[in-house]
């Protein structure tokens, strides 16, 4: 089976800049281990204080992005057919 990487980027990680602010978001791009972008991917986000989750596709440059997220931990999970599942903390 081939296996997928996942490249997690915490977009808006400016949580610190502003005090007033109550959520940031998860984003980042799917691609298999050629480089190649892998659209129509499942990804799903649990927050692993409160079990929580979104779920989500990948774009058709292989690209997801998670607004308005709680600040926490998270697992990032990603599926697609023929590849692997991939789960990153």
Known sequence: MRTIVLMIGLLGAALGIASAQTFGEIGGEVHDPSGALIPNASVTVTNTATNVARTTTTNTDGLYVFPDLVP????VQVTAKGFSTVTKA
């Open 72 to 75: 926490g931990t998270y697992n």
